[in-house]
């Protein structure tokens, strides 16, 4: 009976709908991007009463939200953290930067699509997208969770060896992921 | 009436009402929060969403033993404390395992979750719950003074340390928040702390600590956590209308009672900035320390 098809819909339903109404920001402020969460967090636009809160670490945060253009640097620290989270987790690539560079379409040290390395759920265009646009940004975010369309996590396990590569083409053959029990 | 059976479903029921009753007090809380910040907040009801969606996350972190043994710890600490403190007067409806000299016992294993958690989160490794331990145990000596003050002035003001004994007290001679104010203000001053709210939530500060002992641990364990600290809330609120409300005769006093508690720490802390460690020791070992030594000067003369 519990592994029947109906209750196994309706245990999915449930818990897809308590995904949908909390969503734990962990907001990786790695360009200029990250200045738009803050009024979307506060009193003006309140993302809090749709149940989108941030979170203080990787472990305990369910959406990776990147925000804006990423460097060489940064993208194996946005990699690791994007492992360390728990399952299920979501990325939104924010601003044109993630979509296809943007104003950095021909810099040396910025990667230029996103969707390359993490595998992205939404996308929120513009340069920079205002407090509204990251609103319906999650409000898409939560349609997706609600339908089970946002599988980029299961994306990501299935084609590990795409996105590895990526990377290695461009932090070198030698990048190895560290191990953190430590 | 006085079977295993009776006490063993009325300890579970007390576990589930705790924990009912504790979340929707934090949600109101961030309720009221938001509208304090003039927001609009959270539904009261989005701390079950959050526990909900933690409970079904997955967790595949392991960092030894004791770190997952840590969110039990403090499971068992809530637990011990919630079963040991009557929740009605005159045993109604919730049986519970209180027993002559329950106090000293609750004095300890109130402490007992957060040393617990501490040697959890000491494992994980994460320098982040490394120094939020120390901050929380350095804080917890601020505290601990004080309240422990009360309590042994309430003690020997009615030469019992039977909370059952402290309620018939009440129901004769009225509320000790009255007959014995000083031990009452010292242990409210204490219970800012106990619930670290701010400006006592140095120890799991998001943006400093980034949520100090805490950091390592997702899904289930936060679950669990939550939960916890749930019922440690409401075992905490329901300990204090014992102690100084004259405790409650049914669930609606007791609402109203704990939730006027409640709001003490809570208020408090959205309208205060956050004290660094020195500085909530210094505010523990001040009025709250002076306080207390009145209680006991107060219990001894009078």
Not at chain 1, 7 to 24: G, Y
Not at chain 1, 83 to 94: A, H
Not at chain 2, 108 to 130: C, D, E, H, K, R
Not at chain 2, 151 to 177: C, F, N, P, R
């Amino acid at each position: 009976m519990i592994n029947d098809k109906n209750s196994q819909k309706i245990a999915d339903f449930i818990k897809n709908w308590a995904r949908k109404h909390s969503i734990w920001v962990l907001a990786y402020g790695t360009g200029c991007g990250a200045i738009e969460i803050p009024p979307t967090m506060t009193s003006r636009y309140d993302a809090e009463r749709l149940g989108v809160r941030g979170a203080a670490t990787p472990r305990q945060a369910d959406v990776l939200l990147i925000t804006g253009y990423l460097t060489t640097k940064t993208l194996k620290r946005v990699i690791r953290v994007y492992e360390q989270m728990q399952d299920p987790k979501y990325v939104i690539g924010f601003g044109s930067c993630t979509i296809n560079g943007g104003m950095y379409y021909d810099s040396y040290n910025t990667i230029k699509v996103l969707d390359k390395y993490l595998p992205v759920d939404v996308y929120i265009n513009g340069c920079m997208p205002r407090p509204e646009a990251v609103l319906a940004g999650f409000a898409k975010l939560q349609q997706l969770i609600q339908e089970g369309k946002a599988t980029g996590a299961q994306k990501y396990k299935e084609n590990h060896e795409y996105y590895r590569g990526n990377l290695r083409k461009i932090i070198g053959n030698k990048y190895e992921m560290p191990l953190y029990n430590w | 009436m006085e079977s295993v059976g009776y006490h063993i479903l009325g300890g579970i029921v007390t576990i589930i009402v705790a924990f009912t009753v504790g979340l929707t007090y934090m949600g109101l809380s961030r309720k009221i929060t938001a509208r304090i910040q003039n927001r609009k907040g959270p539904p009261f009801y989005q701390n079950f969403i959050d526990a909900l969606k933690l409970a079904s996350k997955e967790s595949a972190i392991h960092h030894g033993f004791m770190q997952h043994s840590g969110p039990a710890f403090l499971m068992v600490s809530a637990i011990l404390s919630v079963l040991v403190i009557p929740v009605l007067n005159n045993g109604n409806w919730f049986p519970n395992l209180n027993f002559h000299g329950d106090l000293i016992f609750l004095i300890y294993i109130m402490v007992f979750g957060s040393l617990g958690m501490a040697l959890g989160s000491g494992q994980t490794g994460n320098p982040n719950s490394a120094i939020g331990v120390t901050r929380g145990l350095s804080q917890m000596v601020g505290f601990e003074i004080p309240w422990v003050m009360a309590l042994v002035a309430i003690m020997v003001k009615y030469q019992t340390t039977s909370l059952v004994d402290l309620l018939e007290v009440q129901q004769t001679g009225g509320w000790l928040m009255f007959s014995s104010p000083f031990a009452f203000i010292a242990g409210v001053l204490a219970m800012l702390g106990m619930f670290r709210y701010s400006p006592f939530d140095i120890v799991s500060a998001p943006t400093e600590l980034a949520s100090g002992p805490v950091s390592e641990n997702g899904g289930k364990y936060l679950f669990t956590m939550m939960s916890s600290g749930s019922i440690f809330a409401f075992a905490k609120l329901v300990l204090y209308v014992d102690l100084f409300l004259g405790g409650a005769s049914n669930l609606i006093e007791l609402l109203a009672k704990t939730f006027a508690i409640y709001m003490i720490p809570m208020l408090y802390g959205v309208v205060s900035p956050r004290y660094r460690t020195e500085q909530a020791i210094q505010y523990f070992w001040g009025w709250p320390l002076f306080f207390g030594f009145l209680a006991l000067v107060h219990a001894l003369v009078f």
